[in-house]
Nanobody, 121 residues
């Protein structure tokens, strides 16, 4: 069993900052990539930021220069630092990780339960 547990969402005024955290736990053999998606009401889930184990992070255009993704591999944790937040960043944010539970098994996608981020004055 693998679990992703997110924290750090909340209500913030425009221009403010939040930091999301996502910790993976359970029968983890290896994590390839970790990332964050978001889904606003009435919209499809979209990729916000992606951090592969072997490569550079990448971001959707609307958050470049404002959001920073980082990983602590020793803790199996990924973070999303969100600065200069805008009302259009309001959404449920989901953590995603590609994890294998044994060396011979393929990587699978795992999801967190989601955390609400609301940007409003």
């Amino acid at each position: 069993q693998v679990q992703l547990v997110e924290s750090g969402g909340g209500l913030v005024q425009p221009g403010g900052s939040l930091r999301l955290s996502c910790a993976a736990s359970g029968s983890i053999f290896s994590i390839y990539a970790m990332g964050w998606y978001r889904q606003a009401p009435g919209k499809q889930r979209e990729l916000v930021a992606h951090n592969p184990r072997d490569g550079n992070p990448n971001y959707t255009d609307s958050v470049k220069g404002r959001f920073t993704i980082s990983r602590d591999n020793a803790k199996n944790t990924v973070y999303l630092q969100m600065n200069n937040l805008k009302p259009e960043d309001t959404a449920v944010y989901y953590c995603n990780a590609q994890i294998t539970t044994a060396g011979a098994l393929p990587y699978r996608n795992y999801w967190g339960q989601g955390t609400q981020v609301t940007v409003s004055s």
